[in-house]
Structure formats: C-alpha cells, structure tokens
C-alpha cells in the first residue's frame, strides 16, 4: 500500500477548508471501495463497509509557526504575548489556537477571584475596556464551620484580596480571545485535538483533530469527517487541569521523573441571582470545617460580584480517603448552613458547573519543556492553593513561553526547538516564588492530624516561617491511590435536596447545558465495562456513582453479573471534569476528549 498522503493548506486556506473536508472524505472513500458517486447518496450507510479503514484516508493539514492546544488564560495570554513581540519587532509569526469547546469559554470555570498582575503586564490599559462583571473586593473573611454555627479565622496573607477583581472567567476568556483575534491570531472553538503528531527524531509535529461522524461502534457513518493536521515549530500545551493529550506527553518524555505525584481537588459551583437586601457588593468569603470530616480537605467561598450575583462553591481535595463521599452532595448539604442560606434564601441558582484543579503545587509541578513544545498554566499545575489563585500563574506562564518562543523562532538553527529560556524563566517568576513559599501548606494535611494539623501547621508557615522552613514536605500517593476500600469505611447519608437551596443532580446538570451526539464512541474509555465491575464494585461499592459531578457513571442491578451489578457509563451528561480519570481507585478509565464542539456551555462561570 502506498504510503498515506497529507495535503498542506496554506495559512488563509484554513478557514476555507472546513465545508470542502467531508466531500474530499467521500470521494476519497468512494475510489477506496469502487462505488460510484451516485451511490454516495444510497439509503444504505455509506461507512458500514466492513473494510474501510479511517486511516487510509488522506488528512488536509496546516502549518503555522505555534499551535496552541486549549484556549483558556494560558494559551490566549500566550498567543497574544507572540504577536504583540512579533508586531514589535516586524516578524510575521503565524499563531493558531485550538479551542474543544464549541465557544470560546464555554468550557472555562473558576470562582473566581482573580489577581490582576499579568494582566496588568499584558494590556496595561486593560480596565479602559475592562471584561465584564468585572467587581472590585471590598471585603475578605474567612470562617470555621460547625453543623449549626462558625467562628472567625486569621487571615493569611496570602488570601487578603486588596486590589483583586471578582469576575466571571469564562468572560474574561470570551474577551481574552477577542483582543487575541483583533492582534491577528487565528482562534478556533470547536477544534478537539485528539491526537499527537511526531517527527521521525521523536520531537513533537503538531497534533490532529478527531475525526467525527464515527458511530458507538467505531465505524463510521454516513456524516464522517476525517479529523485534520496541525504542523508546527512549537506546540503549546494548555489543556488545563489534567489534559488528556499532556497525559502522553508527560509519559513519553518522562517529564515527571523524579516529581511528586499531583494531588487534585474537585470545584463545584454555582452562581445564584439573590435579593438585593442579601447582596454585598465585593464581598469575598470562604469556609472550613463543616460539612467536611477531619479526613478530607477542602472549603468553601461565597463572592458577591455584578449585580445581585454571588459565586457559590466548594472545593474538595480527591485524596479523600472514603468512597462512600458524594462531593456533589456535600456542596449541597454545605448551602444550608447559615452562612450560606441567609444570603442564598429567597434567590435563584441559575448556573452549575464543576472541574477538577492541581493542588500538588511547587513538589508537583513537571519538567515544563521537551522538544517541540512545552506546557503551561494549569496543565502544568501552578495553581497556589493557600492564595485560592491560578489565573495570574497560568498568565504568566503563557506570556513567558511566548517570549522564549520568538526569541527561539528567530533562529536558523537547525532540528526541534527546545524552551530550555522558558524553563528557567518560569524557574526565576514570581509563578515559581509564590509556590515555593507555600509548598508546605497542602501537604501538612497529610498527617493523621487532618484538617486541625493542616491548620495549625499552616498557620504557623504562612504567618511566622513564611515559606523559609529548611524542609519540603511530600505528597505520598496518587488520589487514586489514597481511597480505602468500602469495608474500612463508614457509609455517609445525606439529607434529600429540598428543590429550594438544594438541587438534585440531574437538575443541575440540565444547568451545564451539556450536549453530546450519544452515536460516537464513548469518550471515557474503559477496556472492559464487566472487568471494571468486577474489579472496582466489590472494594468500593460504587465510588463511581458518587465522585462524578454530573451522573455519567451507574451501577445497575443485574443477577447475571458475577457482582450484581452491571457498570453504565452515560457519556452524554460529561462535564469534562476528569475527576473519573483521577480518582478511579482501579485507574482503567482514561478521558479522552470527545466531538470537537461538544460538552458543557456553561455561562456565568
């Protein structure tokens, strides 16, 4: 067999290409199976032939200078950083973003309070046309939480919120991406790179998107669309939190040699239009204690921002050690606490949404460089947990490996670029600085002291050592592996969801505005949904169920099965958190991304 051809579009070309891929598919397809192109419009499938093979067919490709994986803070503030050196210096650098979502933000969700440093460095201008909300704090607390009652706690410093905004990022991204296309970036939303190209000296090529129109079985149907190829100099990967195609790349390179294994919390939130005599304007506040054990770590926030607008939420670290916890119904449970219903009573929740964020900090953070391309923002993990922060940080990354990447673009020498400049850029910002000061705040509340050792340790580093201790505490484990079994743990009950404060899943689901085709493969993979079963439901009865924010996993009462129970994956309801591939104990479920354009819309988020 020949050898597979790719067609090479040149830059403006792309956006023509799109509407000419599906015909070049067929008429491909037609000459491989010796059917006319009358027949393409047959009653019958066109793509059940038992012989095709997707492979064969020739993918349209395109080549720029940098392709960016992910349009979130990190790869917008990238691309935007290339062009405004390019336009600098008079070079023609040719920058293209690749977006899942099928809008620009429709994926993105925080608290958010965010720090304005780099954005500030990249448009010193910014608050002349500023993103909308966009509210000022005024007022920052924080509170230990009983079942019925609180008490004050010291402030931090890193958590004093002077000078900060409290937004909506999956604004601030919609308006991230509109200063990137008027600088001349090529933005594309609807984009799933699925796939990692190499070399033949094993550097990184580029990626491809997935093909679409392929049904449950894999075989394609009659709307398949082979997926394209992006070529590159330098790829940037900015999937954010646990990106599956950053996942191989850490693996091939071994990027992660020597590095503490990453430990995770998962968000859940909402945002609740309240009665204005309920609302202060840019009051921040977060919570300890209650509804969480000792065992597990994690808070809560309340921010009031817009116009009668609060941002309500809880974060819960995934190396919580029971898998009878519901996180979604802990946050549930949380809203009734007075602090949270006086202000919420009388309101309406309007958005719901969650996401998984790194919490390993300074231990965790990977080898940031390989040839070919690098990674940044929260893909890489420079989330500073004690600040609540990572916007600033994935900012910053991004506009740092933008400037080592013009500088590397600029020369002649040959074979793949390495970023050995962003390396040590990032090394000696203050992303790095912040971290190191607080890397042993997350991991003091390892110790069988919980909660209470965490906080007492806590307060003693960022208050009197700050960040000067001559030791680095570890992460031990994997989330994953941090889970007991069932039989050592207690089941948790929780109260039934009034409809009032409290919503049933589903319900808040239908919130996300998810949306996927359910005819395509499913995009959470599991080699064997009955040896699943078997190995996971007898230790951990159903952590499944419970972890998952958005009801994608079941288990189903079946006699035949060897464990009463036959494993259901609704893939449709995803929210593309990746809590599944994190904390699944038997680690066999691997997210993939699914249709370009798919997933959540979430608003206000």
Not at 39 to 50: A, I, K, M, N, V
Not at 68 to 95: C, N, T, W, Y
Not at 395 to 422: F, H, N, W
């Amino acid at each position: 067999m020949s050898a597979r051809r790719v067609t090479v579009l040149t830059g403006a070309a792309l956006r023509q290409a799109l509407p000419r891929v599906q015909p070049v598919v067929r008429r491909a397809f037609a000459r491989q199976v010796g059917v006319s192109r009358r027949s393409l419009h047959s009653t019958r499938p066109l793509f059940q032939h038992e012989t095709f093979d997707p492979a064969t067919i020739e993918r349209e490709s395109d080549e720029v200078d940098v392709c960016i994986i992910g349009g979130g803070p990190a790869g917008l503030s990238a691309a935007i950083r290339i062009k405004q050196l390019a336009e600098e210096e008079g070079r023609d650098i040719r920058v293209l973003v690749l977006e899942k979502a099928g809008e620009m933000g429709a994926h993105t969700l925080s608290g958010a309070v965010i720090e304005p440093r780099a954005l500030n460095e990249l448009f010193p201008e910014w608050r002349d046309n500023p993103p909308s909300p966009l509210t000022p704090v005024k007022d920052d607390a924080v509170k230990f939480l009983t079942e019925k009652g609180s008490f004050p706690l010291p402030l931090p410093p890193q958590m004093h919120n002077e000078g900060n905004y409290i937004v909506s990022l999956n604004h601030v991204v919609k308006w991230l991406a509109e200063k990137a296309e008027e600088l001349g970036v090529e933005v594309y939303p609807g984009f799933a790179a699925s796939e990692i190209l190499y070399n033949e000296d094993g550097s990184v090529k580029g990626v491809a998107t997935n093909d679409v129109g392929l049904g449950r079985d894999g075989k394609p149907k009659s709307t398949y669309e082979r997926g394209m190829e992006f070529h590159a100099k330098l790829t940037f990967f900015a999937e954010g939190c646990h990106g599956s195609l950053t996942k191989q790349i850490v693996k091939k390179f071994n990027l992660r040699k020597g590095i503490d294994p990453q430990t995770y919390g998962l968000g859940l939130k909402e945002v609740w239009e309240v009665p204005a005599e309920n609302w202060k304007e840019g009051q921040v506040s977060h919570s300890l204690g209650w509804p969480l054990k000792k065992d597990t770590y994690g808070g809560g926030w309340m921010y009031h921002f817009g116009e009668n607008l609060v941002s309500v939420g809880l974060v819960i670290g995934l190396d919580y050690p029971n898998p009878y916890l519901n996180p979604y119904m802990e946050f549930q449970r949380m809203k009734h606490h007075p602090m949270y219903a006086d202000v919420l009573k009388g309101g309406k929740c309007i958005s719901y949404g969650a996401r998984t964020l790194n919490e390993g900090g300074y231990q965790s953070v990977p080898r940031l460089t390989f040839p070919g391309g690098v990674l940044i923002g929260d893909t890489a993990g420079f989330l500073n947990v004690p600040k609540i922060k990572g916007t600033h940080a994935a900012m910053k990354s991004g506009m740092l490996a933008a400037e080592a990447a013009v500088k590397a673009l600029a020369s002649d020498a040959p074979g793949a670029i390495q970023l050995y400049d962003y390396e040590t850029s990032i090394k000696d910002s203050y992303v790095m600085k912040e971290l190191y000061e607080v890397r042993n705040v997350r991991p003091s509340f390892h110790t069988k002291l919980g909660v209470y050792g965490g906080l007492l340790y806590s307060g003693i580093d960022t208050l009197i050592l700050r960040g000067k201790a001559p030791w680095t505490f570890k992460h031990p484990s994997t989330d994953a592996a941090a889970t007991k079994k069932a039989s050592e743990c207690e089941p948790i009950e929780y109260p039934k969801p009034d409809g009032v404060l409290s919503f049933d899943l589903l319900t808040n689901v239908a919130r996300t505005g998810t949306n996927h085709e359910e005819d395509q493969p499913v995009h959470l993979q599991v080699k064997d949904w009955v040896e699943h079963a078997e190995a996971a439901y007898p230790d951990y009865k159903g952590i499944e169920n419970r972890f998952c924010p958005a009801g994608v996993y079941e288990y189903i009462d079946d006699e035949k099965s060897a464990v009463g129970k036959r494993f259901q994956i609704n893939a449709q309801n995803c929210i593309h958190c990746k809590t599944c591939d994190i904390k699944v104990p038997t680690q066999d479920i691997n997210w993939q991304v699914p249709q370009g354009g798919e997933g959540p819309q979430y608003t206000l988020t």
